[in-house]
């Protein structure tokens, strides 16, 4: 158990909605790191809050937004959606922000279907 | 960005050492080395890092070539629960993890 929690576990929609994906960091970790695994694409960075600020992008859609707050969990929010947007969306999160921050701990993700 | 290139897939028998590698010719010098690994249905877990010397924790050990560009890790003794996909990482220039697709290990008994 990693300490970082993801729900839901399972998300089942229809093309053109929009969902909220939820992460709580470990316990005193201000980073939270967003990342998509599709079979296609393989694991890709989507985006990185610390404590409460967007640190870095990577391949984010515009259709795809996220927060953190003042707490420290995160959400990301899925809209739009499309049949190539089913995957599994891992939360991440770690001590730091930068260069001497070197282990993230992932959550066990949520799995999103698109029908 | 710096790449990685890793074999797609590796075998080894239980109880064997297993050495996985990994090319980063294109490293820069202050790039860290990291592996992380992907149990089936779980997401990634931590690993080991390196910079320059080789490193040893409780997992595995990270050797790393003098020119720094390839490393190669190290498990001493595979078991069943480290059959995974095993991912040399250098990050992404705003310190998130740059994925590539990994090794993916199978041991048999």
């Known amino acids: 158990d990693s300490g970082v929690t993801q729900t839901p576990k399972h998300l089942i929609t229809a093309t053109g909605q929009r969902v909220t994906l939820r992460c709580s960091p470990r316990s005193g970790d201000l980073s939270v790191y967003w990342y998509q695994q599709s079979l296609d694409q393989g694991l890709q960075f989507l985006i990185q809050y610390y404590n409460g600020e967007e640190r870095a992008k990577g391949n984010i859609l515009e259709r795809f937004s996220a927060q953190q707050f003042p707490d420290l969990h995160s959400e990301l929010n899925l809209s739009s959606l499309e049949l190539g947007d089913s995957a599994l969306y891992f939360c991440a999160s770690s001590v730091g922000k930068g260069q001497w921050t070197h ?13 | 960005d710096a790449k990685t290139t890793q074999p797609n897939s590796m075998e080894s028998n239980e109880e064997e050492p297993v050495h996985l590698p990994c090319n980063h010719s294109t490293i820069s010098g202050t790039d860290y080395i990291h592996w992380y690994r992907q149990l089936p249905s779980q997401g990634p877990e931590y690993v080991i890092h390196g910079l320059t010397s080789n490193v040893n924790n409780r997992m595995a050990s990270l050797a790393i070539a003098e020119d720094r560009k390839s490393s190669t890790l190290i498990l001493h003794r595979a078991t069943l629960r480290d059959a995974a996909v095993y991912y040399c990482i250098l990050r992404l220039s705003g310190y998130a993890l740059n994925f590539g697709k990994g090794t993916s290990l199978l041991v048999t008994p």
């Not at chain 1, 282990?103 to 029908?115: A, S, W």
């Open chain 1, 103 to 115: 282990e993230q701990y992932f959550g066990p993700g949520t799995r999103l279907t698109v029908t």
